[in-house]
Every structure is written in structure tokens, then in C-alpha cells.
């Protein structure tokens, strides 16, 4: 679906952990920025269900096919993957991005549910440890470190990221 100045650029914005405030705040900041996006606010678990020791607890490996079975959910599938569906931009905001948040919690969550829709991730975080190598082979397409004022980095991030007509 191509962007055109006949709507508004729709972005969804994911928070993770308990920051409901900061969610809203960093929602606030970039429709403050570009005042044409949607901006639709999630807010996701620090840790996904799905992860070991995510919440879930052990299982026994059953063959799917010895049940009759032929799918079961997958990170493409459930809420994340239906609001990125209606989106032209995914945002997810950490506090530090390094090894473990690239690949557990709201970032891979995110990629996940991007992915399949080709859309870009974009990544706000407090502070990144990760190489540019690392975060792009996890498929996301830009880092931006917010350091303690994560709205005005915010609104930044809105302004490299909205196109001009938003």
C-alpha cells in the first residue's frame, strides 16, 4: 500500500514494561511532531509470554501432526500482529537496547509482527549498546537513543521518520 497525501501516515507505538505515563507522553510527543499521524499507543509486557522463563512454564514436546494439528499461534499471529497490520510504521520505546532486549521483550515482539508486512521498526531507546550490524540483521531499520529526555527524542524521531507532508 503506498503512502499518498490523501491520508495520514499511521503510526503504532509500542512501550514496554509498566509506563502507561511515558506511553502517553511519547504518543503526545510525536503527534505534537507531525500533527498528520495516526499514532495508535501499545503498550507491551517487558518479557513475552512466549520466552523461557517468560511467564510460561515448562512443556513436554508434542509432534503437532500426532495430534491432528497442523498451526499453532506464532509471533505473526494475535493483538501486535493486528494493530501493525493497520499501520505504515511500528515504534517501539525501550530503556536500554542491548543483547537481551534485542532479542527478548517488546523489540523482537515487534519485529515480529512488522516483518511479514515488510514495515519498518523503528527503536527509541534510552541508550543503545548494540552495533548498527546487529540491530539491522534483527530487522530493524533505525536506532535512536533518547538519553533521559525521551520526548524530545520523541518528537525528533517524528519529524526523520513522518514524511513531509504529515
Known amino acids: 500500500?503506498?503512502?499518498?497525501?490523501?491520508?495520514a501516515m499511521r503510526v503504532l507505538l509500542c512501550v514496554g514494561g509498566d509506563a502507561d505515563d511515558l506511553a502517553v507522553a511519547l504518543g503526545a510527543a510525536w503527534r505534537d511532531a507531525a500533527p498528520a499521524?495516526?499514532?495508535?499507543?501499545?503498550?507491551?509486557?517487558?518479557?513475552?509470554?512466549?520466552?523461557?522463563?517468560?511467564?510460561?512454564?515448562a512443556g513436554v514436546f508434542v509432534p503437532l501432526?500426532?495430534?491432528?494439528?497442523?498451526?499453532?499461534?506464532?509471533p505473526g499471529d494475535g493483538p501486535l500482529?493486528?494493530?501493525a497490520a493497520a499501520a505504515d510504521l511500528v515504534v517501539v520505546h525501550v530503556?536500554?537496547?542491548?543483547?537481551?532486549?534485542?532479542?527478548s521483550g517488546p523489540v523482537p515482539a515487534a519485529v515480529s509482527a512488522?516483518?511479514?508486512?515488510?514495515?519498518p521498526v523503528v527503536v527509541l531507546a534510552g541508550?543503545?549498546?548494540?552495533?548498527?550490524?546487529?540491530?539491522?540483521?534483527?530487522?530493524?531499520?533505525?536506532?535512536?537513543?533518547?538519553?533521559?529526555?525521551?520526548?524530545a527524542a520523541t518528537r525528533?524521531?517524528?519529524?526523520?521518520?513522518?514524511?513531509s507532508w504529515a
Open 1 to 7: 500500500m503506498a503512502l499518498g497525501t490523501d491520508r
Open 37 to 57: 499521524c495516526d499514532v495508535e499507543v501499545v503498550a507491551l509486557p517487558a518479557r513475552s509470554e512466549d520466552e523461557p522463563g517468560g511467564g510460561r512454564p
Open 65 to 74: 501432526g500426532s495430534l491432528g494439528l497442523t498451526k499453532v499461534a506464532g
Open 81 to 83: 500482529a493486528g494493530a
Open 95 to 103: 530503556p536500554v537496547l542491548d543483547a537481551t532486549t534485542l532479542h
Open 114 to 119: 512488522a516483518a511479514p508486512l515488510a514495515l
Open 127 to 151: 541508550h543503545s549498546e548494540v552495533s548498527r550490524r546487529e540491530w539491522s540483521g534483527a530487522g530493524i531499520s533505525g536506532v535512536h537513543e533518547t538519553g533521559p529526555d525521551a520526548v
Open 156 to 163: 525528533r524521531a517524528a519529524r526523520t521518520w513522518a514524511p
